[in-house]
T-cell receptor, first 109, second 115 residues
Framework: DAKTTQPTSMDCAEGRAANLPCNHS???????VYWYRQIHSQGPQYIIH???NNETNEMASLIITEDRKSSTLILPHATLRDTAVYYC??????????FGTGTQLKVEL | NAGVTQTPKFQVLKTGQSMTLQCAQD?????MYWYRQDPGMGLRLIYY???????DKGEVPNGYNVSRLNKREFSLRLESAAPSQTSVYFC??????????????FGPGTRLTVL
């Protein structure tokens, strides 16, 4: 699976959009971009995934650049409960998901 | 629809004791997984079951055994617990284990301490 690079930490004001970047410059054509989050040692929670096109669900939006070398997870109206570690994973399938160090997002009043 | 459930939530063992961690999913998924997460670290795959009746080793299988009891349930057994097995254990499941679009869904975890 391709290596991903994320900022170590980010802050966001409650009610504002949180934009979390991820770089995956060596991603291959069959690898999906996945986002999970982990709130205070709870189980990783699936957020969204995509291959080429931008995706949106009830939790977030995923914007993937045309060359697929980077992506942005957007939480449109961040709340305090969105404070968590967010993991970006480039995954082509198989059995083992590899979680890196992720981005610690802190949502503040 | 509970998703993936795990029992127990917490457990303290003495060195040499044995125990079984239970996992069940109600999403009719074919594939199930056991991971461990040590403090400040990423998840590491212990064992997985691509389909009912099959199990395979992950990257850190030593000291563990698994049983795919049926399609819903996948248990992890520690035969002789060691302090190095102190960790948080997560079970996950996915529709299949093949393609990159087969999302893995995780349970809440079991926090195990071995004294």
């Amino acid at each position: 699976d391709a290596k991903t690079t994320q900022p170590t930490s980010m802050d966001c004001a409650e009610g504002r959009a949180a934009n979390l970047p991820c770089n995956h410059s060596t991603i291959s054509g069959n690898e999906y971009v996945y986002w999970y989050r982990q709130i205070h040692s709870q189980g990783p929670q699936y957020i969204i995934h995509g291959l080429k096109n931008n995706e949106t669900n009830e939790m977030a939006s995923l914007i993937i650049t045309e060359d697929r070398k980077s992506s942005t997870l957007i939480l449109p109206h961040a709340t305090l409960r969105d404070t968590a570690v967010y993991y970006c994973i480039a995954w082509g399938g198989g059995n083992k998901l590899t979680f890196g160090t992720g981005t610690q997002l802190k949502v503040e009043l | 629809n509970a998703g993936v459930t795990q029992t127990p939530k917490f457990q303290v063992l003495k060195t040499g004791q044995s125990m079984t961690l239970q996992c069940a999913q109600d999403m009719n998924h074919n594939s199930m997984y056991w991971y461990r997460q040590d403090p400040g670290m990423g998840l590491r795959l212990i064992y997985y079951s691509a389909s009912e009746g099959t199990t395979d080793k992950g990257e850190v299988p030593n000291g563990y055994n698994v049983s795919r009891l049926n399609k819903r349930e996948f248990s992890l057994r520690l035969e002789s617990a060691a302090p190095s097995q102190t960790s948080v254990y997560f079970c996950a499941s996915s529709r299949t284990s093949g393609g990159g679009s087969d999302t893995q869904y995780f349970g809440p975890g079991t926090r195990l301490t071995v004294l």
